[in-house]
T-cell receptor, first 115, second 114 residues
């Protein structure tokens, strides 16, 4: 029944490692997003994909690479992790721009801690 | 550019009382959507209420209602009969009709006191 799911929920890793976070939605949405929430709770969009195509790519280090194998999945791969990457990462999905709703549905978040 | 401002970083309210969280935004667009999301300690982002700018009627959802003032670019959230489970971070968000990017405010941390 989960609408937007993310794995893992918690991720603790060493600096310099490479890690991935997976996201899946079963809402039939066409657009998916990655957000980063920092320690001050500020939510900032990182990427958006529509039908597997990248449509938003904010100023994010190129160590972050999103991958969308199909429109129900949007994974986030992070290379050479740095201390400043520690944050909560949220996946979200919505209908096509201009389509019904526009409401974004969020996953439960992945808390990443880089040591 | 779109911006969303929440000027109250923290608020508290007694259980069963009413509280209003403020949100203002800046845009040159005429049609857009506005949202309030709630983030409890569990971190889950939960949609509370949503308003289409072309609708003059204020949205309501049970104990939650908004006061949408388009000319003033204001979108406040009123929570009536506050409950302990309302304790959370509340984010105001804006999206244009044609865009697909949410612009979030910095959040208001609400504590309901028993």
């Amino acid at each position: 029944d989960t609408a937007v799911s993310q794995t893992p929920k918690y991720l603790v890793t060493q600096m310099g490692n490479d890690k991935s976070i997976k996201c899946e939605q079963n809402l039939g949405h066409d657009t998916m997003y990655w957000y980063k929430q920092d320690s001050k709770k500020f939510l900032k969009i990182m990427f958006s994909y529509n039908n597997k195509e990248l449509i938003i790519n904010e100023t994010v280090p190129n160590r972050f690479s999103p991958k969308s194998p199909d429109k129900a999945h949007l994974n986030l791969h992070i290379n050479s992790l740095e201390l400043g990457d520690s944050a909560v990462y949220f996946c979200a999905s919505s209908h096509l721009p201009g389509g019904p709703g526009k409401t974004q549905y969020f996953g439960p978040g992945t808390r990443l801690l880089v040591l | 550019a779109q911006t969303v401002t929440q000027s109250q970083p923290e608020m508290s309210v007694q259980e069963a009382e009413t509280v209003t969280l403020s949100c203002t935004y800046d845009t040159s667009e005429n049609n857009y959507y506005l949202f309030w999301y709630k983030q409890p300690p569990s971190r889950q982002m939960i949609l509370v209420i949503r308003q289409e700018a072309y609708k003059q009627q204020n949205a309501t959802e049970n104990r939650f209602s908004v006061n949408f003032q388009k000319a003033a670019k204001s979108f406040s959230l009123k929570i009536s009969d506050s409950q302990l489970g309302d304790t959370a971070m509340y984010f105001c968000a804006f999206m244009t009709i044609t865009g697909n990017q949410f612009y979030f405010g910095t959040g208001t941390s609400l504590t309901v006191i028993p």
